[in-house]
């Protein structure tokens, strides 16, 4: 192999391994039969709104670090459930799934 050829995949090497330093885990929440007003994934008090499938609420994004988690089940007149996720990193590739039962969140495991 000549020397251009062996940089040339050693530059399309560096952003796989770029990738592979940190982690898009799946986040899911199971609401059950309640009707929330909206679930929001947070990592370091930066929101992500979660995405409503049928049976879950849903989110997936990077985490390239040490972090704390939750997320916020939000409901009318202003209550709301958290699922403490504690800190996550890089190396937990999750799924985190949890599920809301009457006004708590347990983790489904």
Known sequence: MTMGGMMKRMAAA???AALAACSSPEFTVDVGDTDPTGVMLNINDDPTIMSENEDYYYASTAVDDEQQASITVYYRGGA????DLGRIGPDDSGPFRYRIEGDRCVEVE
Request: proline residues 14%; hydrophobic residues 45%.
């Open 80 to 83: 709301e459930i958290e699922c």
């Open 14 to 16: 560096l952003p796989l």
